[in-house]
């Protein structure tokens, strides 16, 4: 049994999200699950559920409850300090633009200071966007990894690659899970991303960059450090080839010698 809160919860759409520390990243409710009125399901409200993890992932969660209950003896906000303390469950969007320029908004405007209007906000936003199922992946494991649970993140992110995502995304997607793979303590995994695919000229000082982090955490300074070098390259102006064959002569130096 887990205790948690509500993320958010529609009775018309018959489902929502809990938050958990046992269900990092989300876990998915349906009305069905709910014992008693789900309209008491309202954001912030503190419950106990079981859960389940989600095998192939529902809607890029990676757990659904099974059964739903109210915490009575765990405060929740007060009715009248929910639109404050939760202000993203009233958020409102601007119908005029289309879904990525809303995205886009989005990211400009983060904050990581307020995780759940963040996940809530995000939640609306997929909602409403005709995204496939990777593009939805790639968001939430990108929201994950901003706010700080790169555990979270990973999974999604494979996901997300596994189902087909856009070119463009998948090279994000692959710098980034490479990112979360090293941050959770698995830096030869995060090279071996890397390593697996070619990047377009855009993403190739980038890829770079966090080639040598990872590297560096498993040891391999050199090594880190010629990727670091060429991470730089396309602003070193006039001292590029200088750079370029000094990075490469590293590899080449003979060991001093105790």
């Given at each position: 049994m887990a205790e948690g809160r509500v993320r958010r919860f529609s009775t018309a759409e018959g489902w929502g999200i809990l938050d958990s520390?046992?269900?990092?990243?989300?876990?998915?409710?349906?009305?069905?699950?709910?014992?008693?009125?789900?309209h008491w399901l309202t954001a912030g409200r503190s419950v106990e559920f079981e859960w389940q993890p989600s095998v192939h992932g529902?809607?890029?969660f990676r757990y659904y409850a099974t059964a739903v209950s109210l915490v009575h003896s765990l405060p929740g906000p007060a009715a009248e300090d929910r639109g404050a303390t939760f202000a993203g469950a009233s958020?409102?969007?601007?119908?005029?633009?289309?879904?990525?320029?809303r995205m886009a908004a989005f990211w400009r405007d983060a904050d990581d200071s307020d995780p759940l209007?963040?996940?809530?906000?995000?939640?609306?936003l997929l909602s409403i966007a005709s995204y496939s199922d990777a593009r939805v992946l790639f968001e939430r494991a990108s929201l994950e990894d901003f706010l700080g649970d790169e555990e979270a993140a990973v999974p999604l992110y494979e996901?997300?690659?596994?189902?087909?995502?856009?070119?463009?995304?998948?090279?994000?997607?692959?710098i980034q899970l490479a990112s979360s793979?090293?941050?959770?303590?698995?830096?030869?995994?995060?090279?071996q991303v890397l390593q697996d695919a070619e990047f377009p000229n855009e993403y190739v000082?980038?890829?770079?960059?966090?080639?040598?982090?990872?590297?560096?955490?498993?040891?391999?300074h050199e090594l880190a450090l010629r990727n670091a070098l060429q991470s730089a390259e396309p602003?070193?102006?006039?001292?590029?080839?200088?750079?370029?064959?000094?990075?490469?002569?590293?590899?080449?130096?003979?060991?001093?010698?105790?």
């Open positions: 520390t046992d269900t990092p990243g989300g876990c998915l409710v349906y009305s069905t699950a709910v014992v008693g009125d789900p529902q809607n890029g958020w409102t969007i601007d119908d005029a633009i289309g879904p990525d320029e209007r963040m996940r809530i906000q995000m939640d609306h996901a997300s690659m596994s189902a087909g995502l856009d070119a463009d995304r998948e090279h994000q997607a692959r793979l090293r941050n959770v303590g698995r830096p030869d995994e995060a090279v000082s980038a890829r770079d960059a966090f080639m040598a982090l990872a590297l560096w955490d498993m040891g391999e602003a070193l102006g006039k001292y590029r080839r200088a750079v370029g064959a000094y990075a490469a002569e590293l590899s080449t130096r003979p060991e001093e010698k105790p």
